[in-house]
């Protein structure tokens, strides 16, 4: 089956800098990577998310970037806030189930 | 937020009891997923369902069951609790077109200690 690495599993950045999570997966065949945002004491939500024919998606401050070669995917969040502290997730699908990596604590600190 | 609920939200049992945790959705969604989460290891698929009666194994289905009566409740049954399976358990929905081209609503969790 699926496998997703995650890293690092915790960051620290100050406030305003730049944030980068890296994820590999080793299923070829998966073609859907989503990243989730998880703030303390609540339920996992949606972020972003890249499908295979795309290399790079952006939304705001935040970018993911695919490199199904090298089988590897990437969450950047720029200008970071206070906010933005929580754990990240990232994962891959290639059908009805979505693997997840094990996680990114991050903290930014103000 | 998506229209999932899940209880109990808090559970504490003993080792060998029987648990069920419910999922009640209210979007009619086809898909219907149950996770458990641990520090280092993100979210594990356990079953999920893609329609009434319709359920398959995750990647740690082992010590778990399911069950799909209705399209809206999808419950999970520790048969035989062990202190392995204290976690917190998230339920999910997806629409009908399949996780791998839709978004995946969660639960709130529940979290289960065993002793």
């Known amino acids: 089956g699926e496998n997703v690495e995650q890293h690092p599993s915790t960051l620290s950045v100050q406030e305003g800098d730049s944030a980068v999570i890296k994820c590999t997966y080793s299923?070829?065949?998966?073609?859907?990577f989503p990243w989730y945002k998880q703030e303390l004491g609540k339920r996992p939500q949606l972020i972003i998310d890249?499908?295979?024919?795309?290399g790079e998606k952006k939304d705001q401050r935040i970018a993911v970037t695919l490199n199904k070669t090298a089988k590897h995917f990437s969450l950047h969040i720029t200008e970071t806030q206070p906010e933005d502290s929580a754990v990240y997730f990232c994962?891959?699908?290639?059908?009805?189930?979505?693997?997840f990596g094990g996680g990114t604590r991050l903290m930014v600190k103000p | 937020d998506a229209g999932i609920t899940q209880s109990p939200r808090h559970k504490v049992t003993e080792t060998g009891t029987p648990v069920t945790l419910r999922c009640h959705q209210t979007?009619?969604?086809?898909?219907m997923y149950w996770y458990r989460q641990d520090p280092g290891h993100g979210l594990r698929l356990i079953h999920y369902?893609?329609?009434?009666?319709?359920?398959d194994k995750g990647e740690v289905s082992d010590g778990y069951s399911v069950s799909r009566s209705k399209t809206e409740d999808f419950l999970l049954t520790l048969e035989s609790a062990t202190s392995s399976q204290t976690s917190v358990y998230f339920c999910?929905?997806?629409?009908?077109?399949?996780?791998?081209?839709?978004?995946?609503?969660f639960g709130e969790g529940s979290r289960l200690t065993v002793l």
């Open positions: 994962a891959a699908s290639a059908g009805n189930m979505l693997t």
């Open positions: 369902s893609y329609g009434v009666k319709d359920t």
């Open positions: 999910a929905i997806s629409d009908t077109r399949g996780v791998d081209t839709g978004e995946l609503f």
């Open positions: 299923d070829s065949a998966s073609n859907y």
């Open positions: 890249i499908r295979s024919n795309v």
């Open positions: 979007e009619n969604h086809r898909y």
